[in-house]
């Protein structure tokens, strides 16, 4: 029997919608299910660039800022600059500062800071803190310069624990509060000598 003309089309016109439908169908699945259809994130890393300039003491960036906390973690990188000769041999051996808190306003009388200075032809890192007016430092030890240096100054009690890429070593705090209040202190050159040349130093907080 002959299918009417009409019907041929009708049936012809329905398979090829139903294959439309199911194309695009299977189209929106792929891109639904797709990996680059997911969000991506991604995070960056950015250093400070700490700048002392030849015959100063204080670094570029030295701008008030609060700090509270009970543990400062940071990364500081040196490069070449780092290395320098003063004019007296016996300042080499003044301890430089590289980043801390003070406990209250005055950074002489509670503090806690990293200190660093280029001796016996070595980058070294110490620990070095006033309490209740009273100086003390402590080498953590020598360190490599273009590399990150991961540390942490911590309060523990009446002590601040100092750390350097997994070295430790501890120190006398003047207050046994749970958190530190005070302000940020940054690179330092000195002692009795300013800076004998331009010195960078990267830190990045983390």
Not at 108 to 126: C, H, I, K, V
Not at 150 to 173: D, V
């Amino acid at each position: 029997m002959r299918i009417p003309l009409l019907i041929q089309s009708g049936f012809y016109l329905y398979v090829t919608m139903a294959l439309i439908i199911s194309g695009c169908t299977k189209e929106a699945i792929l891109i639904n299910t797709s990996p680059e259809a997911k969000p991506v994130t991604t995070t960056t890393t950015t250093y400070t660039t700490y700048v002392i300039r030849q015959g100063q003491h204080y670094c570029d960036q030295s701008t008030i800022k609060s700090v509270s906390t009970a543990e400062m973690k940071f990364v500081a990188r040196f490069d070449s600059t780092a290395i320098y000769q003063t004019i007296s041999l016996v300042n080499q051996y003044d301890i430089n500062k590289l980043y801390g808190f003070s406990e209250g306003i005055d950074n002489q009388y509670n503090s806690a800071r990293f200190g660093w200075r280029w001796s016996d032809g070595a980058l070294r890192l110490f620990g070095y803190v006033y309490k209740s007016g009273v100086r003390n430092s402590l080498e953590i030890g020598n360190f490599n310069l273009n590399s990150d240096i991961i540390c942490s100054i911590k309060l523990n009690g009446s002590n601040y624990t100092f750390t350097a890429n997994g070295l430790s070593i501890s120190l006398p705090r003047g207050l046994s509060t749970l958190t530190a209040r005070g302000y940020q202190q940054y690179p330092y050159f000195g002692g009795d000598e300013t800076a004998p040349h331009t010195i960078n130093i990267k830190i990045r907080p983390t």
